[in-house]
């Protein structure tokens, strides 16, 4: 058995490659190529044969189908390791469909679009993009509904679309179509669709030469998935809403096969993703159901974003409420103070008396605090690391409305008072529903405001909605956009995704987030707090848009 050095698919070489330089001494049992490692492993089924393979080929150069050239460089191996073979079990709601078309009808689809003219207006960053129906706006991540473009989807396409709805792949024909030109060593970023903008079932047609989807889960999982030509791609549900997509920009792909790994170089590849435009009523996420669905959505909608915007999200909070710097400035010296969810660390330089530490889920944050002097932790509000009756007092400020459950707004609270010793007290705020309460609020932007205040939520809502900033909230489980201006590169997979297959903006602008937030009513975050035996409520206010409690532990 050899090791082949510079003979492996990270440098280009091909099974068909190495089967050429090294059949003509022997029979091969077997030649192992391992995903992105630059050698491979040729065995053959004599060691004389093996020999001569050694010396002949040792030191000598490989010219590869691409007309790359390498120096092979050759050594003996006692054992070789097995070929592993990539994740079969494909993200949930995703549909794979080949030879929808036939070669006729790819032809006439991939020559619908003068790329020519397309190219005139200029080139995006990482290929030609065209729109029919709707144009997707970049700055913002959505389209206008009231503004269609003067072309339709074009008619050539309705054969398809129809047969996409007779085979429920989708529910109802797309509105909008984003088609897209790759040039071998093109790609597009992980990303997700834009939940918010379309209804479920992202269509995208692969034509002209096959392609490697890259899938990858919030909790790591990754899934390769191979797109023949001619073949339609569906994604529904989680592979949609939990899973990552994109292409590596690169002008060959890894192919599994029952032998092992080839090597398929890329050709001019064409992509038709049909969208339809969501209605207003399915324009939204449901609230979650269940432990799993709560946890998922928060790392999307709440984790992740903090750790995209912890820089620019730091830079706009300088000011410290009111109510928390006085109850802060009053403790006792030598006290021990923890602040949970400590952001960038604006309480921690208050009372310089007082012994605090500070705690966050977000490790941008805590960097930005430790960068300051502070002394924190990277840790989840709802598992502080921290042994029972450890902490005189405790701040916990504008977090536990991140909670998407009761449960888990309920079990945030109940870490608190474990931490705390008996007699310690706790602030914790949160944001409220009423923000048109009183005129100190400063959340409403009163000269531009259009949306008339809500008294009460409407409670019979099963989806979170996407709130208008600066307006007040028409209901409890909302998404909070947050506009990030520092011109981020790369794309981006946070909770304000990036939109599918095309839409790469042509130069930096902003990007959108949006945050998880459960807007409290009046009483509810008492009510909480009273589920706690041995927790008062020693007080409960309103200031400037919060609803505060403070609380004390009892022995």
Known sequence: MLVVGNGGLDCGVSREDLEKVFQPFGVILDIILLPKKPYSFVCYEKTDDAKRAYENVNHTKLVTQQNSVFILYLSYVNKVPSTPRPSSEW???????????????????????????????GTLKHRLVKH??????????????????????????QPLLQMMVDLGLVKEKPDQLTVNRYEPGQGIPPHLDTVSMFEDGIASLSLGSEVIMEFKHLDGREVPVLLPRRSLLVMNGEARTLWTHGISAKKSDLVYEQQGYRLQQRGIRVSFTFRKIASKKENQFQIPRNEKEASQMEEFHVHQVYEKIAEHFSNTRHTAWPAVRRFVEALSPGSLLIDVGCGNGKYLGINSTVLKVGCDRSMNLCSICQSRGHNVFVCDCLFIPLRDDTCDFAISIAVIHHMSTEERRLQAVKEIFRVLRPGGQALITVWAFEQERDRKSTYINRKTEQTAPSSQPDESISHIGIHQNRTPFQQQDV??????????????????????????????TSQEYFRFYHVFKEGELELVCQQICNLIVVQSFYEEGNWCVLLEKQS
């Open 479 to 508: 998404f909070v956009p947050w506009k990030d201006q520092r011109n981020p590169s790369g794309g981006g997979t946070a909770a304000a995704p990036p939109p599918s297959e095309g839409a790469t903006a042509t130069a930096p």
């Open 132 to 157: 029919y129906g709707f144009e997707f706006r970049y700055g913002s991540n959505d389209v206008d509904p009231t503004k269609p473009l003067p072309e339709p989807i074009p008619n050539e396409c």
């Open 91 to 121: 993200p949930p709601g995703l549909v794979l469909k080949e030879d929808v078309i036939n070669e006729q009808f790819e032809e006439l689809l991939m020559n619908l679009i003068n790329w020519s003219l397309v190219e005139e207006k």
